[in-house]
DNA sequence: CGCGTTTGACCCGCGC
DNA sequence: GCGCGGGTCAAACGCG
């Protein structure tokens, strides 16, 4: 099917009536998480790690707060770079956090990984608590491929970017471990914006 | 018609 | 060489 599940998602929440498409903008955090950095490199994604674990952080709390549809269900996320060592976790409870606009990370966990074959794209995963296969970011995707892989009940798609020009490729599947947990690997960087995803953070400029 | 999904075939690297 | 696992292609199909 296609991405069209925001009725599921808006479902779920009270979207805020100055948003006009809340799933949206809620999983822009997350590209602008990874396109505003734009590395190229891991090498340049490991230098910036510490402050990319605020920019993290912070991308997922504030501009969230009216969204923050998915990361409440979130028991933890977790950023790799093709799965392995180098991982700095915080487990923090962010009650001290605005209540009202508390976008509950408990578990957030951020992995990184030096690959020895950095192919010339950047590779981010997203480990993600939920009940849906297919989650908007903002992005469209036409799904190319499904695998069933081994020692795991669960398919796993396959999705690239459906702009033309743009190589971006994400794959999406269930935790073995824990099949509530979708994992979605995002690989390359686009080469675009999103359509949609800044109207919301275009009508928040303002000059006051 | 245009575009997305489905799904088996195909490809490729690797270990035996 | 062969089988296997992971990744991709593409023809057929579905839908607005
Ligand atoms: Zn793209």
Request: hydrophobic share 25%.
């Amino acid at each position: 099917m296609s991405t069209s599940l925001a009725p599921t998602i808006t479902g779920m929440i009270q979207p805020p009536s100055s948003n006009p498409n809340p799933t949206i903008t809620n999983f822009l955090t997350n590209h602008n998480y990874y396109d505003d950095l734009g590395f190229d490199q891991l090498s340049d994604y490991l230098a910036f790690e510490d402050q990319l674990g605020d920019a993290y952080t912070c991308n997922f709390t504030s501009p969230l707060s009216n969204i923050p549809v998915i990361l409440q269900e979130n028991k933890g996320v977790i950023l790799q770079e093709n799965n392995t060592s180098t991982e700095s976790s915080l487990n923090s409870n962010h009650d001290d956090m605005d209540s009202n606009h508390a976008v509950q990370i408990n578990n957030c966990s951020k992995r990184v990984k030096r690959s020895e074959k950095s192919d010339n794209g950047s590779r981010i995963a997203f480990r993600i608590k939920t009940e849906l296969e297919i989650l908007d970011d903002g992005y469209k995707w036409r799904k190319y491929g499904k695998k069933m892989v081994k020692n795991n009940p669960n398919p796993r798609n396959y999705y690239k970017c459906s702009t033309v020009g743009c190589q971006v490729k994400k794959r999406v599947e269930r935790d073995l471990k824990d099949s509530s947990y979708v994992i979605t690997t995002y690989e390359g960087i686009h080469s675009h914006e999103t359509p949609h995803a800044f109207v919301y953070y275009n009508t928040q400029m303002q000059f006051d």
